[in-house]
């Protein structure tokens, strides 16, 4: 289903007290304001269980950073889909830039990580994206089109009713460098037609697509005014409170 959504990845970010305190103050500003968009935030693993009873779903949705690749064993370090399930949990960030990059993840473990999810009734926010020397090399469109299809082929396709997809050029990512809406909403179209080719009319027009890398609170509304971008997913800004409900209320 096609949402507005507004993601906060808070990545390898705060301590015990501050995560409980930033999704606390936001369930609250959530409930009393009731914005158009869903709103997630990701928080550390170890803090996922305690931030799910913080929380109240029908406000704050909250999503794991990874899952394994593997159903379950000797895969120290790793948490299952079916593990993330267990404790209620019904979102993942898969396949970030940052795992690509620091932890090697391919499109075939994205892949394998997309099925666990599928499996498990988590729905995924599958990051896909180009970097500095490819979109300078002007082969952004097909970058992003073989990584989509990598991962996305070897799926159930009833499956891609839970799929989100979080379009995030590395360049844009922590570095203040946003892509313009303009250029967002180009690339934003070609994955929905990429989709529509691939996947059928459905997949396209039901699947939300939010952009990723340095959204602010001035940035956001240009950003979600295009047609094709359904929200964002926020990485620095969604750590502190007053930036990211302005970002939250820009999402309409
Ligand atoms: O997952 C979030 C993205 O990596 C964006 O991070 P950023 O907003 O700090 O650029």
């Given at each position: ?10 990545k ?162 922590g ?39 340095s959204?602010n ?17 926020v990485g620095g800004a969604s750590l502190k ?12």
């Amino acid at each position: 289903m096609r949402d507005k959504i507004v993601a906060g990845n808070w990545k390898m970010n705060l301590n015990f007290e501050d995560a409980i305190q930033l999704g606390t103050n936001l369930n609250a500003w959530v409930a009393d304001n009731q914005p158009d968009a869903q709103v997630i935030i990701s928080p550390s693993s170890i803090y996922l269980q305690v931030l799910l009873e913080a929380v109240d779903e029908q406000y704050v949705k909250v999503a794991s950073q990874d899952i394994s690749a593997h159903d379950k064993g000797a895969y120290t370090g790793d948490i299952s889909g079916e593990q993330l399930d267990s404790i209620g949990l019904d979102f993942a960030i898969i396949g970030h830039s940052e795992r690509r990059e620091y932890q090697g993840e391919t499109d075939a473990i994205i892949a394998e990580k997309l099925k666990q999810a599928f499996k498990n009734q988590i729905n995924p926010i599958f990051c896909i994206g180009e970097k500095l020397e490819e979109r300078e090399a002007e082969q952004h469109f097909e970058v992003v089109k073989s990584q989509l299809l990598n991962a996305l082929k070897s799926q159930n396709i009833e499956d891609l009713s839970r799929l989100i997809i979080a379009y995030e050029p590395v360049w844009a990512i922590g570095t203040g460098k946003t892509a313009s809406p303009e250029q967002a909403q180009e690339i934003h179209a070609y994955i929905r037609k990429v989709l529509n080719d691939e996947f059928g009319v459905e997949v396209a027009n039901e699947t939300s697509i939010l952009y990723g890398g340095s959204v602010n609170a001035q940035n956001a509304n240009d950003i979600f005014s295009q047609p094709d971008i359904d929200g964002g997913l926020v990485g620095g800004a969604s750590l502190k409170y007053e930036d990211f409900i302005q970002i939250i209320a820009a999402c309409k």
